[in-house]
Nanobody, 116 residues
C-alpha cells in the first residue's frame, strides 16, 4: 500500500508563504501524476495544482501566479510553494498521486490556515 507523508502546513499571516511537501513510498509502479487538492470547511475538494511525469503542470485559476508545484522524481516527492497567501487559501491540503497503471492514492491532509 502506498504511503504518502505530507509536511509543511501551519498558520501564516496574509501575504506570507508556506512550502508543502509530500513524499510517496511503497508504490509498486512508477508515479505518473502528482498533485495537491484542498478542501475548505463546507466546500468540496478542489484541485490546486498538478504536475505530470513529463513535467507539464496545471493550476486552479485562483492560485495562478502565487503557487508553484514541482517534483523530485528521484525522491518520489512533490512540493507546493505557496506565496502571497490569502485567507481564502485556508483549507486542508491533500497530496494525490497516480501510478502509471492508474492506481490513485491520497495523503491524510495537512492544515493550512491564513489569518492575522
Amino acid at each position: 500500500q502506498v504511503v504518502l507523508v505530507e509536511s509543511g502546513g501551519g498558520l501564516v499571516q496574509p501575504g506570507g508563504s508556506l512550502r508543502l511537501a509530500c513524499e510517496a513510498s511503497r508504490n509498486r509502479f512508477s508515479i505518473n501524476d502528482m498533485g495537491w487538492y484542498r478542501q475548505a470547511p463546507g466546500k468540496t475538494r478542489e484541485l490546486v495544482a498538478a504536475i505530470h511525469s513529463v513535467g507539464g503542470t496545471n493550476y486552479a485559476d485562483s492560485v495562478k501566479g502565487r503557487f508553484t508545484i514541482s517534483r523530485d522524481s528521484t525522491k518520489n516527492t512533490v512540493y507546493l510553494q505557496m506565496n502571497n497567501l490569502k485567507p481564502e487559501d485556508t483549507a486542508v491540503y491533500y497530496c494525490r498521486i497516480q501510478e502509471t497503471v492508474g492506481f490513485v492514492s491520497w495523503g491524510h491532509g495537512t492544515q493550512v490556515t491564513v489569518s492575522s
